[in-house]
């Protein structure tokens, strides 16, 4: 027998939205008041001070809509909120303790209030642990906001979501999903994998969410893969020493001298101060003289005149003329003996 409940309803069309929560309102509390008194309290900076007094009155009016008294004390250097007779929604105190959270991490109170509102959480991300060094930190921290604050304001565009980086801390203001990727883009930067390859997946994947066809499929086919090419930068050590070529001995190396025992050999040891003084002196003295002699050595090879080519020249025609003249010599000598034997015969 076919089902008689998957009929088509005349009510249920397209513009009803299915998963929409609506707004709890006190008609809702029908418990009534709450029997226990919650209350949350946090401690804010000292450079906080002056604009937490100043948008106090906006804050406590915000909250007041939702029944939660809230306290600033400026002597300790903390705020507090607490539930009252008038709070009808259990949820609200978790959210103004997020609240009072986002404020003392130097979030403008204007923007800190939409917290209130259903469907808007906060992540504040703990950065300094995930760096040992103080100077990689900050440099991969201003990593996080990029030129001019282009990197963050992608990020924020992409992910719906609004981001503060102050000090130690990144806090991050949206949805449950939007503040899930935010968390995995800003520890990923902090081990050294640069947010624009993240930010280049949150592009590709909002460009395949429009395609109704590939809405529903895996995306892995078309994300891209970045490999980590960065080398072992293992330490070389300077001088490389064959280990090979040593005989091996069960004794340890004899201990080297100390500078008192190289100052007993010397015999500097057993002079006065007067004496170490001036024999220091003589020592630097001398380092000196030898560091001037070369920088004047240095200076003076700019100055040497250069071997003129015409003399070597000269020599050379003069040796060749000798050399020509030895032989031509030799010939005439030669052919006189032979005129000669000719006019004795």
Known sequence: MPSTYK??????????????????????NLGGTFSEESSFATLFPKYRETYLKASWPMITRALEKHGIACTLDLVEGSMTVKTTRKT??????LNARDLIKLLARSVPAPQAVKILDDGVACD????????????????????????????????ELLTQTYILVQGNTVSAMGGYKSLKEVRRV??????????????????????????????????????????????????VPFKVVDKKKKVYTP?????????VDLQIESGEYFLGKLAKERA???KRDEVMKEKMEDRK???????????????VKKK??????????????????????????????
């Open 7 to 28: 009929k088509d309803k005349p009510w249920d069309t397209d513009d009803i939205d299915k998963w929409k929560e609506d707004a709890f309102t006190p008609d809702q």
């Open 88 to 93: 009808y929604d259990p949820a609200s105190i």
């Open 124 to 155: 504040v991300i703990k950065i300094r642990g995930l760096v040992r060094n103080k100077e990689r930190f900050v440099k991969r921290r201003q990593r996080i906001l990029g030129p001019n604050g282009s990197t963050l304001k992608a990020l």
């Open 186 to 235: 800003i520890e990923d930067c902090m081990a050294n994998i640069h947010p624009i390859y993240n930010i280049k997946e949150l592009m590709i994947k909002r460009e395949l969410a429009k395609d109704p066809e590939l809405k529903n499929e895996n995306w892995e086919r078309f994300l891209p893969h970045f490999k980590k090419r960065n080398l072992s930068k293992r330490r």
């Open 251 to 259: 004794f340890p190396p004899e201990q080297e001298k100390s500078k």
């Open 280 to 282: 220091q002196r003589e």
């Open 297 to 311: 050595r240095k200076r003076e090879e700019g100055y040497e005149a250069p071997k003129e080519e015409t003399e």
């Open 316 to 345: 050379k025609k003069k040796k060749k003329r000798r050399e020509e003249e030895g032989v031509d010599g030799e010939v005439k000598k030669v052919k006189k003996r032979k005129t000669e034997a000719v006019e004795q015969e």
